[in-house]
């Protein structure tokens, strides 16, 4: 079975940075979409990130200039570089990807089980 896995994550001082990497295991015949969400306590899942199989990449507001999402394709990872980070930054992150097995299989969706992020002031 695929298994997708976030490291990267801890505790940072406002204003420092840390990269996240998401790494997927297990039998992948193709990747397509790869992105990153956030969650925090009592609020719902959000869009971070993300980034196509072409390289096109979108953000959230609240992270435009500061984080970079990236992807290395060959490795099945997935990268998120955070800088000049804020303590509203603080959250659960959650790494996604949308890929197939096999040949024959359609595309669905795979998490990782997330990883805490927390920035103190």
């Known amino acids: 079975q695929v298994q997708l896995v976030e490291s990267g994550g801890g505790l940072v001082q406002a204003g420092g940075s840390l990269r996240l990497s998401c790494a997927a295991s297990?039998?992948?015949?193709?990747?397509?979409?790869m992105g990153w969400y956030y969650q925090a306590p009592g609020k719902q899942r959000e869009l971070v990130a993300g980034i196509t199989s072409g390289g096109n990449t979108n953000y959230a507001d609240s992270v435009k200039g500061r984080f970079t999402i990236s992807r290395d394709s060959a490795k099945n990872t997935v990268y998120l570089q955070m800088n000049s980070l804020k303590p509203e930054d603080t959250a659960v992150y959650f790494c996604t990807m949308k890929l197939k097995r096999f040949k024959f299989l359609d595309f669905r969706d795979y998490w990782g089980q997330g990883t805490q992020v927390t920035v103190s002031s």
């Open positions: 297990g039998t992948i015949f193709a990747i397509a979409d």
